[in-house]
């Protein structure tokens, strides 16, 4: 090969390496939430095709307090209130199918039942086959007096408005109920509760397993809110009996307390705050294995002697009465006035 030949295959090739060495050699990573879930989603649908939706709605006669049984395997469940003595159920299917024939075939085999005995109606899904992705929601509307079970497998649940005992359950999402003054159990395993507008009731408990608990406006005479994983925030709480546990949370309480109430917050690595409004007295058992113990209010604990110490408080402030069980391993306890 002559000189000039190999002049020019080496010019070639370092201008054919000259783009690739400007790249890098590992290419940047995309870090948006979005761009992957956007990615994400148009891979699915170009696997099982677009979305497609049948509707059914039904209505029941039942008058101003009858009751509703309303479950999905997968899919959302809201149920509100409406003027009348009517319960209204919208039902919507949802499937993706790669041909046409498959769309219809997982409409056929997804049955909604809606039944009535009484003033009692159920609603619920059953599958036909075990290759069927459908899913279906519920948006029903009830008197206000209606009593209310909704639960999901797979999907949020949302209650509001509506005055019956409510008790409303997801597997793996969100829980939420408003404006519901007699609601009984709201109960998550990996989705966030939340709940306000709850007055009167005798017994409200809130859990997850792995999300967070919040509740506000609330009135019961007893409160048991519990996260595995999760915070726990209870504000404006009126009872007279609370307990509330975290395991890798924190605790945030605020409320009025009774003379004769007791009131028990744990979490094994989260903080712990107690807020009180009014001036009823109290005695306080505060610790922490290793986090800081502090009450801004004035804790008695011998006769004309007021201290604190860092990992635990033990006294009675003003002329006690409520009991105060404060407990954490790894996080700070504070006690404060509003």
């Not at 497609?52 to 309303?70: H, I, N, R, Y």
């Not at 039944?115 to 899904?125: D, F, I, Y």
């Not at 359950?169 to 009984?184: I, M, R, Y």
Request: aromatic residues 4%.
């Amino acid at each position: 090969m002559s000189i000039s030949i190999r002049l020019t295959a080496t010019a070639a090739a370092l201008a054919l390496a000259a783009p690739l060495a400007a790249q890098p050699l590992h290419p940047r990573p995309t870090n948006s939430v979005a761009w992957f879930a956007r990615t994400w989603a148009e891979s699915f649908q170009a696997r099982r095709g677009p979305e497609q939706t049948e509707k059914a709605t039904k209505t029941f006669k039942v008058g101003a307090a009858g009751s509703l049984d309303v479950s999905s395997i997968s899919g959302d469940v809201v149920v509100s209130e409406i003027a009348g003595d009517t319960i209204t159920v919208e039902a919507v299917k949802r499937v993706r199918g790669r041909t046409p024939e498959e769309v219809k075939e997982q409409f056929a085999n997804t049955n909604v039942v809606m039944t009535q005995t009484g003033t009692r109606v159920e609603v619920r899904v059953s599958y036909v086959g075990q290759r069927n992705h459908a899913s279906v929601d519920f948006t029903v509307t009830a008197p206000a007096g209606t009593t209310v079970n909704a639960r999901s497998v797979s999907g949020d649940v949302r209650v509001t408005s509506i005055k019956g005992e409510v008790r409303a359950e997801s597997v793996s999402g969100n829980v939420t109920a408003a404006g519901t003054p007699d609601l009984a159990l709201a109960k998550s395993v990996s989705g966030d509760i939340e709940v306000s507008g709850v007055a009167g009731q005798d017994e409200l408990s809130a859990s997850s397993v792995s999300g967070n608990v919040t509740l506000r406006g609330i009135k019961a005479r007893v409160v048991n809110a519990d996260s595995v994983s999760g915070e726990i925030q209870l504000g404006d709480v009126a009872c007279e009996r609370a307990t509330v546990k975290s395991i890798s949370g924190g605790v945030d309480y605020t409320g009025p307390i009774a003379k004769t109430g007791r009131y028990e917050l744990k979490s094994h690595s989260g903080d712990i705050r107690l807020t009180l409004s009014g001036d009823t007295g109290f005695e306080l058992e505060a610790q922490s294995f290793s986090g800081n113990v502090r009450s801004d209010l004035p804790i008695t604990t011998r006769a004309g002697e007021t201290i604190g110490r860092r990992r635990g408080l033990r006294g009675t402030h003003g002329a006690g009465g409520a009991l105060l069980m404060l407990n954490t391993f790894s996080g700070d306890i504070t006690v404060a006035g509003k």
